[in-house]
Protein backbone atom coordinates (compact mmCIF):
# COMPACT_ATOMS: atom_id res chain seq x y z
CA UNK A 1 0.00 0.00 0.00
CA UNK A 2 1.27 3.20 -0.98
CA UNK A 3 2.15 5.42 2.18
CA UNK A 4 0.62 9.24 1.61
CA UNK A 5 2.76 12.49 2.94
CA UNK A 6 1.88 16.18 2.96
CA UNK A 7 3.79 18.51 1.65
CA UNK A 8 3.40 21.62 3.52
CA UNK A 9 5.92 24.15 2.13
CA UNK A 10 5.70 28.60 2.21
CA UNK A 11 5.99 29.77 -0.76
CA UNK A 12 7.68 33.29 0.75
CA UNK A 13 10.57 31.13 2.46
CA UNK A 14 14.46 31.48 1.38
CA UNK A 15 15.18 33.25 -1.39
CA UNK A 16 13.36 34.62 -4.29
CA UNK A 17 16.22 33.21 -6.97
CA UNK A 18 15.74 29.60 -5.64
CA UNK A 19 11.61 29.06 -5.30
CA UNK A 20 11.14 25.86 -4.21
CA UNK A 21 9.73 23.50 -6.39
CA UNK A 22 7.01 21.30 -4.71
CA UNK A 23 6.12 19.16 -8.04
CA UNK A 24 10.10 17.58 -8.06
CA UNK A 25 9.57 15.86 -4.62
CA UNK A 26 5.81 14.94 -5.43
CA UNK A 27 7.53 13.27 -8.59
CA UNK A 28 10.83 11.95 -6.65
CA UNK A 29 8.95 10.56 -4.10
CA UNK A 30 6.51 8.56 -6.25
CA UNK A 31 9.34 6.86 -7.42
CA UNK A 32 9.56 4.89 -3.89
CA UNK A 33 5.56 4.14 -3.69
CA UNK A 34 4.90 7.37 -1.40
CA UNK A 35 2.11 9.90 -2.85
CA UNK A 36 2.47 13.35 -1.83
CA UNK A 37 -0.23 15.94 -1.48
CA UNK A 38 1.10 19.56 -1.86
CA UNK A 39 0.01 22.02 0.68
CA UNK A 40 1.44 25.62 0.60
CA UNK A 41 1.03 27.53 2.84
CA UNK A 42 -1.63 30.78 2.18
CA UNK A 43 -1.28 33.25 5.78
CA UNK A 44 0.69 32.97 9.02
CA UNK A 45 -0.41 30.14 11.26
CA UNK A 46 -1.45 28.23 8.21
CA UNK A 47 0.96 25.23 8.97
CA UNK A 48 -0.29 24.52 11.90
CA UNK A 49 -3.72 24.27 10.18
CA UNK A 50 -2.33 21.68 7.59
CA UNK A 51 -0.73 19.50 10.36
CA UNK A 52 -3.97 19.05 11.89
CA UNK A 53 -5.70 18.35 9.06
CA UNK A 54 -2.27 15.45 8.33
CA UNK A 55 -3.30 13.89 11.41
CA UNK A 56 -6.58 14.29 11.19
CA UNK A 57 -6.77 12.45 7.82
CA UNK A 58 -4.42 9.76 8.83
CA UNK A 59 -1.12 10.92 6.80
CA UNK A 60 2.16 8.67 7.28
CA UNK A 61 4.20 11.45 6.93
CA UNK A 62 4.22 15.55 7.15
CA UNK A 63 7.22 16.51 5.10
CA UNK A 64 8.10 20.33 6.20
CA UNK A 65 9.84 22.49 3.51
CA UNK A 66 10.72 25.86 4.35
CA UNK A 67 12.70 27.70 7.20
CA UNK A 68 12.46 27.30 10.77
CA UNK A 69 9.34 29.30 11.45
CA UNK A 70 7.22 26.99 8.98
CA UNK A 71 8.78 23.80 10.85
CA UNK A 72 7.52 25.60 14.29
CA UNK A 73 4.28 26.02 12.88
CA UNK A 74 4.16 22.13 12.06
CA UNK A 75 5.16 21.77 15.42
CA UNK A 76 2.45 22.93 17.24
CA UNK A 77 0.05 20.56 14.81
CA UNK A 78 1.94 17.52 15.00
CA UNK A 79 3.26 17.53 18.64
CA UNK A 80 1.93 14.24 20.90
CA UNK A 81 0.40 12.88 17.86
CA UNK A 82 2.22 10.04 15.68
CA UNK A 83 2.87 11.50 12.54
CA UNK A 84 6.34 12.39 11.99
CA UNK A 85 7.88 15.46 10.52
CA UNK A 86 10.21 15.59 7.49
CA UNK A 87 12.78 17.87 7.07
CA UNK A 88 13.25 19.88 3.52
CA UNK A 89 15.57 23.24 4.72
CA UNK A 90 14.47 25.89 2.63
CA UNK A 91 15.24 29.05 5.22
CA UNK A 92 17.60 31.62 5.97
CA UNK A 93 19.75 29.71 8.92
CA UNK A 94 18.10 26.12 9.02
CA UNK A 95 18.98 25.36 12.42
CA UNK A 96 17.14 22.31 13.14
CA UNK A 97 18.52 21.14 10.00
CA UNK A 98 21.89 21.33 11.15
CA UNK A 99 21.96 20.20 14.57
CA UNK A 100 20.54 17.01 12.52
CA UNK A 101 23.48 16.56 10.77
CA UNK A 102 21.28 16.91 7.34
CA UNK A 103 21.87 18.35 4.62
CA UNK A 104 21.10 21.84 3.63
CA UNK A 105 20.14 21.30 0.26
CA UNK A 106 16.77 20.33 -0.37
CA UNK A 107 17.91 17.89 -2.91
CA UNK A 108 19.71 16.45 -0.68
CA UNK A 109 17.65 16.25 2.40
CA UNK A 110 15.15 14.80 0.08
CA UNK A 111 17.42 11.60 -0.86
CA UNK A 112 17.17 10.72 2.65
CA UNK A 113 13.55 10.49 3.16
CA UNK A 114 12.91 7.53 1.66
CA UNK A 115 14.80 5.40 3.86
CA UNK A 116 13.94 7.35 7.02
CA UNK A 117 12.92 6.48 10.62
CA UNK A 118 10.88 7.92 12.98
CA UNK A 119 12.79 9.62 16.18
CA UNK A 120 11.24 11.22 19.04
CA UNK A 121 12.89 14.33 20.32
CA UNK A 122 11.60 16.68 23.53
CA UNK A 123 9.99 19.69 22.83
CA UNK A 124 10.45 23.25 24.91
CA UNK A 125 7.53 24.99 25.41
CA UNK A 126 6.99 28.72 26.27
CA UNK A 127 3.60 30.70 27.49
CA UNK A 128 1.70 27.34 26.03
CA UNK A 129 3.83 27.65 22.40
CA UNK A 130 6.14 25.06 22.03
CA UNK A 131 9.71 25.07 20.31
CA UNK A 132 12.15 23.08 18.66
CA UNK A 133 15.29 24.49 19.96
CA UNK A 134 15.45 27.86 21.19
CA UNK A 135 13.43 30.21 23.27
CA UNK A 136 15.35 33.60 23.30
CA UNK A 137 15.36 36.73 25.81
CA UNK A 138 16.91 40.10 24.84
CA UNK A 139 18.93 40.75 21.73
CA UNK A 140 18.07 38.48 19.41
CA UNK A 141 14.45 38.37 19.99
CA UNK A 142 15.03 42.84 19.19
CA UNK A 143 16.75 41.34 16.27
CA UNK A 144 13.95 39.17 15.27
CA UNK A 145 11.39 41.35 15.49
CA UNK A 146 13.04 44.20 13.60
CA UNK A 147 14.09 42.36 10.96
CA UNK A 148 12.53 43.06 7.34
CA UNK A 149 10.60 40.53 6.31
CA UNK A 150 10.47 41.29 2.31
CA UNK A 151 13.99 42.25 3.07
CA UNK A 152 15.14 39.07 4.56
CA UNK A 153 13.57 37.18 1.45
CA UNK A 154 15.73 38.78 -0.84
CA UNK A 155 18.56 39.38 1.00
CA UNK A 156 18.87 36.01 3.19
CA UNK A 157 21.41 36.25 6.09
CA UNK A 158 22.41 39.33 5.20
CA UNK A 159 19.66 40.89 6.47
CA UNK A 160 20.00 39.70 9.87
CA UNK A 161 23.32 40.88 9.71
CA UNK A 162 21.60 44.63 9.10
CA UNK A 163 19.22 43.96 12.01
CA UNK A 164 22.03 43.28 14.02
CA UNK A 165 24.20 45.97 13.63
CA UNK A 166 20.97 48.66 13.76
CA UNK A 167 20.19 47.37 17.10
CA UNK A 168 24.13 47.19 18.71
CA UNK A 169 23.91 51.40 19.74
CA UNK A 170 20.42 51.13 21.26
CA UNK A 171 20.18 47.91 22.50
CA UNK A 172 20.77 48.24 26.74
CA UNK A 173 20.87 45.65 29.11
CA UNK A 174 18.05 44.05 31.32
CA UNK A 175 17.56 43.35 35.01
CA UNK A 176 16.03 40.05 35.34
CA UNK A 177 14.43 37.26 38.09
CA UNK A 178 14.80 33.60 36.77
CA UNK A 179 13.56 31.07 39.17
CA UNK A 180 14.15 27.75 37.83
CA UNK A 181 14.26 23.85 38.62
CA UNK A 182 16.58 21.57 37.61
CA UNK A 183 16.12 17.50 36.67
CA UNK A 184 16.50 16.58 39.92
CA UNK A 185 14.01 19.03 41.94
CA UNK A 186 16.43 21.69 42.53
CA UNK A 187 14.75 24.88 42.80
CA UNK A 188 17.11 28.12 42.54
CA UNK A 189 16.19 31.83 41.94
CA UNK A 190 18.69 34.18 40.00
CA UNK A 191 19.09 37.37 39.84
CA UNK A 192 20.71 39.27 36.81
CA UNK A 193 21.53 42.19 34.66
CA UNK A 194 22.02 40.40 31.10
CA UNK A 195 21.85 41.34 27.27
CA UNK A 196 20.81 37.98 26.30
CA UNK A 197 18.84 34.58 27.61
CA UNK A 198 18.61 31.62 25.45
CA UNK A 199 16.86 28.18 26.63
CA UNK A 200 18.04 25.76 24.62
CA UNK A 201 16.92 22.48 23.71
CA UNK A 202 19.68 21.98 21.69
CA UNK A 203 23.64 22.71 20.61
CA UNK A 204 23.31 24.74 17.26
CA UNK A 205 22.58 28.35 17.43
CA UNK A 206 22.24 30.22 14.24
CA UNK A 207 23.95 29.55 10.99
CA UNK A 208 25.72 26.44 12.65
CA UNK A 209 27.73 27.50 15.89
CA UNK A 210 27.35 25.38 19.16
CA UNK A 211 26.47 27.47 21.63
CA UNK A 212 24.76 25.14 24.41
CA UNK A 213 27.73 22.80 24.19
CA UNK A 214 26.58 18.87 25.22
CA UNK A 215 22.53 19.64 24.62
CA UNK A 216 20.94 17.00 23.30
CA UNK A 217 16.92 16.94 22.56
CA UNK A 218 16.39 13.65 24.08
CA UNK A 219 17.38 14.08 27.14
CA UNK A 220 14.66 15.80 29.01
CA UNK A 221 16.35 19.04 29.99
CA UNK A 222 17.08 22.54 28.38
CA UNK A 223 19.78 24.54 28.66
CA UNK A 224 19.57 28.14 30.31
CA UNK A 225 22.41 30.31 28.85
CA UNK A 226 23.15 33.65 30.04
CA UNK A 227 25.22 36.48 29.08
CA UNK A 228 25.86 39.13 31.24
CA UNK A 229 27.32 42.62 30.72
CA UNK A 230 26.76 46.10 31.53
CA UNK A 231 27.62 47.60 28.75
CA UNK A 232 27.15 46.52 24.84
CA UNK A 233 30.99 46.17 24.76
CA UNK A 234 31.22 44.05 26.94
CA UNK A 235 28.30 42.17 25.43
CA UNK A 236 29.83 42.08 22.00
CA UNK A 237 32.96 40.74 23.05
CA UNK A 238 31.58 38.54 25.63
CA UNK A 239 29.48 36.83 22.76
CA UNK A 240 32.25 36.95 20.13
CA UNK A 241 34.34 34.62 22.25
CA UNK A 242 31.46 32.23 22.89
CA UNK A 243 30.18 31.58 19.25
CA UNK A 244 34.16 31.56 18.25
CA UNK A 245 35.11 29.03 21.39
CA UNK A 246 32.76 27.62 22.54
CA UNK A 247 33.94 24.97 24.18
CA UNK A 248 36.67 27.35 25.94
CA UNK A 249 33.89 27.14 29.72
CA UNK A 250 34.47 30.22 30.49
CA UNK A 251 31.83 31.50 33.22
CA UNK A 252 32.27 34.38 33.19
CA UNK A 253 31.13 34.97 29.86
CA UNK A 254 28.24 32.44 29.41
CA UNK A 255 26.28 30.73 32.81
CA UNK A 256 24.76 27.79 31.86
CA UNK A 257 22.39 25.99 34.23
CA UNK A 258 20.40 22.41 33.11
CA UNK A 259 16.63 22.91 33.54
CA UNK A 260 13.58 21.30 33.39
CA UNK A 261 11.16 24.50 33.99
CA UNK A 262 11.97 28.59 34.65
CA UNK A 263 9.82 31.61 35.24
CA UNK A 264 11.57 34.57 33.75
CA UNK A 265 10.06 38.07 35.32
CA UNK A 266 11.60 41.54 34.53
CA UNK A 267 11.52 45.04 35.02
CA UNK A 268 10.47 46.18 31.77
CA UNK A 269 8.90 44.00 29.06
CA UNK A 270 11.78 42.08 27.19
CA UNK A 271 11.33 40.46 23.85
CA UNK A 272 11.12 36.85 23.23
CA UNK A 273 11.71 34.86 20.79
CA UNK A 274 10.76 31.16 19.63
CA UNK A 275 12.63 29.42 16.85
CA UNK A 276 13.46 32.85 14.98
CA UNK A 277 10.47 34.04 15.12
CA UNK A 278 8.89 37.05 17.74
CA UNK A 279 6.53 35.58 20.57
CA UNK A 280 5.83 39.02 22.77
CA UNK A 281 7.66 39.56 25.88
CA UNK A 282 8.11 38.85 29.49
CA UNK A 283 6.91 37.41 31.54
CA UNK A 284 7.38 33.59 30.05
CA UNK A 285 7.31 30.14 31.88
CA UNK A 286 8.95 28.22 29.68
CA UNK A 287 9.32 23.65 30.87
CA UNK A 288 10.10 20.75 28.39
CA UNK A 289 7.96 17.93 26.50
CA UNK A 290 9.76 15.14 26.73
CA UNK A 291 9.94 13.13 23.38
CA UNK A 292 6.42 15.18 22.01
CA UNK A 293 8.00 15.12 18.64
CA UNK A 294 8.52 12.16 16.10
CA UNK A 295 10.89 13.68 13.76
CA UNK A 296 11.88 11.84 10.40
CA UNK A 297 15.66 11.04 10.22
CA UNK A 298 17.94 8.83 7.84
CA UNK A 299 17.33 5.04 8.80
CA UNK A 300 21.63 4.77 10.54
CA UNK A 301 20.81 8.49 12.12
CA UNK A 302 22.62 8.75 15.36
CA UNK A 303 22.75 12.31 17.02
CA UNK A 304 25.66 14.38 15.75
CA UNK A 305 26.76 15.12 19.72
CA UNK A 306 27.64 11.41 20.50
CA UNK A 307 29.73 11.18 17.38
Known sequence: MSKRALLVFNPSAGQLWNPFRANEV????????????????????DAERLARRAVSEGYDLVIGAGGDGTLNEL????????????????????VLARELGLPLSIN?????????RAKPIDLGIANGRYFLFVCGLGFDATVTQST????????????????????????????????????????????RLAHQVMISNTETYGTGFKVATGA????????????RGRSMWEFFWRTARILLWPFSNNKLDLEHFPVTNLYVRSRRPVPVQLDGDAHGTTPVEIGIRPMALNMWVPENWSHPAAK
Open 75 to 94: TQGLAGTPVPLAILPGGTTN
Open 108 to 116: GALELIPRG
Open 148 to 191: DKKFKRWAGFWSLFVATFQNVVTHRPFALRIQIRDQHGNEQQLK
Open 216 to 227: KFDDGVLELLII
Open 26 to 45: VTYLAGFGWTVDPAPTACAR
